[in-house]
């Protein structure tokens, strides 16, 4: 008897960080992360349907606006450790590549092929998901795909 293999499916993610309090040098250098302190139910319910081998673009926020690499989901959600009341959950995450020039926000808005990210359209979202095809046109903005 032969067994199929099952295929994998990846899914696509968008993760905001203030590079101030932990930019993609940090992540670069620690080579993985527990991506703690998400506080809002939409991205925490994000995290939670994350799996092991899911792709993430990293993107600056605050001051820089930008995408800047991507990273693996290394770890599936567990309950936060930073997290003093209710039920809140991280990832971890490990770099994976820089993008050769960084992607800003104001080049994502110009893009037709970007017009409904989520990032457009619930800017305030840390956590969101990604087509397919915002993730590879995104990586070849950055001079990566």
């Known amino acids: 008897m032969r067994l199929k293999r099952k295929e994998v499916v990846v899914a696509c993610w968008l993760v905001k960080t203030e590079p101030a309090a932990y930019a993609w040098a940090d992540l670069v250098r620690d080579r993985k992360t527990a991506w703690t302190g998400v506080r809002n139910f939409l991205a925490r319910n994000n995290l939670r349907a994350m799996a092991k081998g899911d792709l993430c ?16 989901v290394v770890r599936a ?5 930073t997290a003093r009341d209710g039920d809140w959950s991280c990832v971890d995450l490990a ?17 037709p092929a970007l017009r409904d ?21 995104v990586a070849e903005l950055g001079g990566n795909a």
């Open 57 to 72: 673009l990293v993107y600056h926020s605050v001051s820089e606006k930008a995408v800047v690499g991507t990273a693996r």
């Open 95 to 111: 770099p994976a590549l820089a993008f050769k020039s960084p992607v800003t926000l104001a080049q994502i808005k110009a893009d």
């Open 77 to 81: 959600a567990y309950p936060d450790p």
């Open 117 to 137: 990210m989520v990032l457009l359209r619930q800017p305030r979202l840390s956590v969101c998901p990604v087509t397919r095809a915002e993730y590879q046109r």
